[in-house]
C-alpha cells in the first residue's frame, strides 16, 4: 500500500526564518514519482517540483529546495528567508508510474508571520 | 494560462437538489480524469477515477449512485452530486490523467455548500 505522511500539522514561523517541511512516503513500487503541492487560501494547488524516483539529485529553485533520501524515504522542502506569501497549506504527494493515481499526506500549514 | 477549467467555481444549494460540476482540459487530451474531494483542513481524497467511454471506478467508502461521473469526452467530464446533503459541502478538485512525467494539472477546483 502507498501512504503519505506529513506529520506537522502547522507550522508557524516568522518572515526571514527558514523551515523545512517533512514528508515520508511508503510504497512497494521501484518506480514512483513524489510531489509537492502548495495550495493558498484559493485552493487552487500549484505545482511545486515532481521528482522520480531514480533522481536522488537535490534541487534548488530559488529560496526553495528539495531534499530526496530514499534510504529514509523522505522527500523534504525547505523554504529559506521564507516571506508572508509562502503561507499556505503544502502536500507532499505520490504517484505510481501505472495508474497515474496521485496519494496526498494530509498536508502542512504554513503561517509565515511579518 | 490555466489549462484546466472547472465550473461553478462556487455553488450553494439546498439540501436535495443535484448539483453537475464540469471539468474541462482546454489544450490537452487525457483518456483518464480522477475526480478528488476536500473537507475543509483536510487532505485531498481521491473518490474515483474514470476513463473515456467506460464506467467509473470509485474508491471505498464512496457511494456511486451519489456521485455520478460521466467522462464524455477526452478533454470533459462531469460530476453530478445527486440529493445533495450538507455533509456532502466540500471543495472537489478534478485532475487530468497525464503520464506522471508529464504535467500534473488540476482544476482549481469548485466548493460546494449544501444548505
Known amino acids: 500500500a502507498q501512504k503519505v505522511t506529513q506529520a506537522q500539522t502547522e507550522i508557524s514561523v516568522v518572515e526571514k526564518e527558514d523551515v523545512t517541511l517533512d514528508c515520508v512516503y511508503e510504497?512497494?513500487?521501484?518506480?514512483?514519482?513524489l510531489f509537492w503541492y502548495k495550495q493558498p487560501p484559493s485552493g487552487e494547488l500549484v505545482f511545486l517540483i515532481r521528482?522520480?524516483?531514480?533522481?536522488?539529485q537535490n534541487e534548488i529553485s530559488g529560496r526553495y529546495s528539495w531534499n530526496f533520501q530514499k534510504s529514509t524515504s523522505s522527500f523534504n522542502f525547505t523554504i529559506t528567508a521564507s516571506q508572508v506569501v509562502d503561507s499556505a497549506v503544502y502536500f507532499c504527494?505520490?504517484?505510481?508510474?501505472?495508474?497515474?493515481?496521485?496519494?496526498f499526506g494530509a498536508g502542512t500549514r504554513l503561517f509565515v508571520k511579518a | 494560462g490555466a489549462v484546466v477549467s472547472q465550473h461553478p467555481s462556487w455553488v450553494i444549494c439546498k439540501s436535495g437538489t443535484s448539483v453537475k460540476i464540469e471539468c474541462r482540459s482546454l489544450?490537452?487530451?487525457?483518456?483518464?480524469m480522477f475526480w478528488y474531494r476536500q473537507f475543509p483542513k483536510q487532505s485531498l481524497m481521491l473518490m474515483a477515477t474514470?476513463?473515456?467511454?467506460?464506467?467509473?471506478?470509485?474508491e471505498q467508502g464512496v457511494e456511486k449512485d451519489k456521485f455520478l461521473i460521466n467522462h464524455a469526452s477526452l478533454t470533459l467530464s462531469t460530476l453530478t452530486v445527486t440529493s445533495a446533503h450538507p455533509e456532502d459541502s466540500s471543495f472537489y478538485i478534478c485532475?487530468?490523467?497525464?503520464?506522471?512525467?508529464?504535467?500534473?494539472?488540476f482544476g482549481p477546483g469548485t466548493r460546494l455548500l449544501v444548505l
Open positions: 504527494a505520490l504517484s505510481n508510474t501505472g495508474g497515474f493515481k496521485t496519494i
Open positions: 489544450d490537452f487530451q487525457a483518456t483518464t
Open positions: 485532475k487530468f490523467g497525464l503520464a506522471v512525467q508529464e504535467t500534473q494539472y
Open positions: 510504497t512497494r513500487d521501484t518506480t514512483y514519482y
Open positions: 521528482r522520480n524516483s531514480f533522481d536522488e
Open positions: 474514470s476513463n473515456e467511454g467506460s464506467k467509473a471506478t470509485y
